[in-house]
């Protein structure tokens, strides 16, 4: 199942990185901005997809504390990189999840 999820991360991570280079050599940083502001309606595209950043962020910083991980520097890159950053914590997460995980030994009595 692991495998799924890292393949499905990490094609929506390529293709939502391709998405964002084009549009930042077509019209530049600021000008995503510009054109995501330019009417009523991107206004509220932008204000929906802000809201939807801030509760992937809160579930991140919950669910990294979980596994004993940190999730800071995904909350802090999804400012300047928008949501590449944390379908990149998504893609860590299930590679770390897949990796086989340490026995305990069972104390017997």
Do not use: C
Not at 9 to 20: D, E, G, P, Y
Not at 62 to 75: C, E, L, R, S, T
Not at 82 to 109: D, F, H, M, N, W
């Amino acid at each position: 199942m692991h495998r799924v999820r890292i393949a499905l991360f990490a094609a929506l991570f390529v293709a939502h990185a391709l998405v964002t280079a084009v549009a930042l050599v077509r019209v530049g940083y600021l000008g995503i901005f510009e054109e995501a502001l330019a009417g009523w309606g991107a206004g509220q595209v932008v204000s929906d997809l802000s809201v939807a950043l801030v509760l992937v962020n809160v579930w991140m910083l919950f669910d990294a504390k979980k596994q004993g991980w940190n999730a800071w520097p995904y909350v802090v890159l999804s400012l300047p990189l928008g949501s590449l950053a944390p379908l990149a914590y998504l893609l860590r997460r299930e590679i770390r999840l897949a990796e086989p995980q340490p026995t305990r030994a069972v104390a017997r009595s």
